[in-house]
Nanobody, 119 residues
Framework: QVKVVESGGGLVQAGGSLRLSCVVS????????IGWYRQAPGKQRELVAD???????NYADSVKGRFTVSRDNAKNTVYLQMNSLKPEDTAVYYC?????????????WGQGTPVTVSS
């Protein structure tokens, strides 16, 4: 069973930085994409950034140039480095693991880690 655990959230002032970590255990999927999503109060969950098993990355326009997603396969960990944080980045950040096996996608979510950016 795949388990996804996020960490690294917290309170930071505007302009500051945080690094989120997502540890994925129990995966045997060689083809996968790991994404960071966020959900602010009263809003829908949205994709922030993701990275594939081939190291292709994708970013939301709102975070391009400020956030960087990376992965350390030896540690089964994906990171989200967040710089120049803004109050509008405040949300609960979720890690999503999507594995592909025989053309079927299997999706797993973490519990989320809250990020609060004060002005």
């Amino acid at each position: 069973q795949v388990k996804v655990v996020e960490s690294g959230g917290g309170l930071v002032q505007a302009g500051g930085s945080l690094r989120l970590s997502c540890v994925v255990s129990g995966s045997t999927y060689s083809i996968n994409t790991i994404g960071w999503y966020r959900q602010a109060p009263g809003k829908q969950r949205e994709l922030v950034a993701d990275i594939s098993s081939g190291d292709s990355t994708n970013y939301a326009d709102s975070v391009k140039g400020r956030f960087t997603v990376s992965r350390d396969n030896a540690k089964n960990t994906v990171y989200l480095q967040m710089n120049s944080l803004k109050p509008e980045d405040t949300a609960v950040y979720y890690c999503n693991f999507q594995g592909v096996y025989r053309s079927l996608k299997h999706t797993y979510w973490g519990q989320g880690t809250p990020v609060t950016v004060s002005s």
